[in-house]
């Protein structure tokens, strides 16, 4: 719990506001394995005083005592403006077990809630949960979901819901917004001390370097490109990718309006009050990129401080602007990082082991011929893997009927077949590799939906059957064909709002 050495300016105690008559509405017996949490076969915690300690009613738990409950404060920019001090405004830190700090998002007002209520809804809570764990289960970092509660006490929000608890866990919580934060207060020393926290817990190796923040830097740039990476690897869109929301362990966190693409739309966009597109699917990289040269601005002065040592005798201005060309640099490497995973990526899901010169643009073809052609994302890879490499196999018309372009796919198929003689590899033994990084199953919107309507009438089936499918995401799970499914036309343009 790095921020709470920097005493006020990032943290304040705060006591949760109970919850009346909460209920479990989901649990992750996964998850509780982080903080050693025993449960039951009915996957609940084994000691029922949990529930109203996820609630936010007690502090107190068998020999576990929570007792500097927190929230933190950061700023940030938001859809590319300086919005100034935000804060966990509804997220309250218990405490930490077995290196897993314990968050209750939705447990009431904090001094950070501005005008919010501090609550979050039924709604949302189970969005969070349910993609939380499929991103974990896909392979992607992101913060975990041990739980949510409900309860029956109304909020206000577009109409009447109900709110809810949902407990996140995470090494940090820690984001950019913090660094921006203590930047806008020009309190460097607390900078530093931020700085040397995440260095000692979460990047130790920077420590051996002549200039460990730069290299801090250095490393959170290249966890952010690779994360982004591997979004655009699954179709995941963020949707609301501000300063505050991206965290400086590269995990995936803040889960709010976010979607997984179900037609390829290289320009899609998920939240539907991101009018402009700014977080958009194809936008998401270079936007991430954008939020690291704000964590290049706020540490700009510790890169002049690391300078200064070793450069005693240099005059202020001239570090200066040292280390603004040092930082410049370092932001350069982001793209690359970023180029080199992406095709590591969609290289894997063309099941393709070595690499050639023109497999960029055979990846970038095929992205645009499935724009064109509206293609759905998910079951266009997976179907892929059934592809046989001889010209002619009935397999590869299943494929070829999606496409309105069947001329256009018949030459792409072409490059791609002859692409596949180069590899040593036979069908089968491609097929099985690629399944295991095209994934059958994502949290579609659909999905979502139908979970938590259910849920809003009492009826948590649904939502446990989703979370148990999208727990193994690559495996074949016949009996749940229908959840691969792409949404029907009725369902195909949900809108989700920032609204939560
Ligand atoms: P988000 O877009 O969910 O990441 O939230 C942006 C900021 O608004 C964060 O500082 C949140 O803590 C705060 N916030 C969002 N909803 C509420 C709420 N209902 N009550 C208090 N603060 C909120
Ligand atoms: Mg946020």
Known sequence: MTFILCGEALSQPVIPTPLPDPYWVTFSADAAKLIGLKTTPANLPSDPAWLQVLAGNALEVADRQFSTPTATAYSGHQFGMWAGQLGDGRAILLGEIQGQEIQLKGAGKTPYSRMGDGRAVLRSSIREYLCSEAMHALGIPTTRALAVVGSKKTVVRETLETAAVCTRLAPSFLRVGHFEHLASLQMHTEQKMLADDLIDNFYPDCRSSAAPYLELFKAISARTAQLAAHWQAVGFCHGVLNTDNTSLLGLTMDYGPFGFLDQFQIDHICNHSDAGGRYSYQRQPQILHWNMACLASAMLPLIEQELKQANPTQSEADLSNAAQTTLRSALAIYPDIYQAAWETHFRAKLGLLTIQPDDVPLIEALLQLMHHNQIDFTTFFRHLGDLSALPGNKQNTVLRDL???????????????????????????????????????????????????????????????????????????????????????ELNAIEVSCSS
């Open 403 to 489: 496409f309105l372009d069947r001329a256009g796919f018949d030459a792409w198929l072409d490059h791609y077949r002859a692409r596949l003689q180069q590899e040593h590899s036979n069908d089968q033994e491609r097929k099985q590799r690629m399944n295991l990084v095209n994934p059958k199953f994502i949290l579609r919107n659909y999905l979502a939906q139908a979970a938590i309507e259910a849920a809003q009438a009492d009826d948590f089936s649904e939502l446990s059957r989703l979370a148990t499918i999208l727990r193994n995401p690559y495996a074949e799970q016949l009996e749940y064909d229908a959840y691969a499914k792409p949404p029907p036309p």
